[in-house]
């Protein structure tokens, strides 16, 4: 069963940073480009970033550009998130999905992580 | 790519057949997926390519159109269908949702 678990939520203060981790199993990560997907309460779903599964290929929102950073790690199954310069719009429930071919449609999510951003 | 859903909420009862439309701000062939989302729940492909059903998708769903225009049509509406839909457009960088479509019980 495939499965994605995100972790490192959390309330946070304007201009600090967090990094969320999502682990994978059920199937082989290292074949797979993942994403995160964001959304902002009462609003609807906004995709955050994507990396390939070999790293080589890397893209972001205009929205979280030059603040978020995306990794992952093959050999323990785990996605990262990186962000700092964190701002109150980046309030949102957080989830790691996989993206099934080389084109961005995601056949399994994570349940997702709370993150927000609030003096 | 923006997207636009109709309608934002719609009440049905079981049995009914239900269907919300998603506008594509510019052609998107068929570049479209739509999903389920449930609270406390993973959300769930439905469909991907405008029309053709992700495994394990219920034959009651079903998806139509290409271009501008798509449509989710669910018939015989089941208890475990109430829940949000929503669109996604992937025929180009950034992938974009619609805003959602509550479908609540009536």
């Known amino acids: 069963e495939v499965q994605l678990v995100e972790s490192g939520g959390g309330l946070v203060q304007p201009g600090r940073s967090l990094k969320l981790s999502c682990v994978a199993s059920g199937f082989t990560f290292s074949n797979y480009g993942m994403n995160w997907i964001r959304q902002a309460p009462g609003k609807g779903l906004e995709w955050v970033a994507y990396?390939?599964?070999?790293?080589?290929?890397?893209y972001f929102a205009e929205t979280v550009k030059g603040r978020f950073t995306i990794s992952r790690d093959n050999a323990k199954n785990t996605l990262y998130l990186q962000m700092t310069s964190l701002r109150s719009e980046d309030t949102a429930l957080y989830y790691c999905a996989r993206q099934t071919t080389v084109v961005p449609y995601f056949d399994y999510w994570g349940q997702g992580v709370m993150v927000t951003v609030s003096s | 790519v923006q997207m636009t859903q109709s309608p934002s909420y719609l009440a049905a009862s079981p049995g009914e057949s239900v269907s919300i439309s998603c506008k594509a701000s510019k052609s998107i062939s068929d570049n479209l997926a739509w999903y389920q989302e449930k609270p406390g729940k993973a959300n769930n492909l439905l469909i991907h390519?405008?029309?053709t059903l992700q495994s394990g998708t219920p034959s009651r769903f079903s998806g139509s159109g290409s271009g501008t225009d798509f449509t989710l049509t669910i018939r015989s509406l089941e208890s475990e269908d109430f829940a949000v839909y929503s669109c996604q457009q992937y025929n180009e960088y950034p992938p974009t949702f619609g805003g959602g479509t509550k479908l609540e019980l009536k």
């Open positions: 990396i390939s599964s070999g790293s080589s290929y890397i």
């Open positions: 390519s405008g029309s």
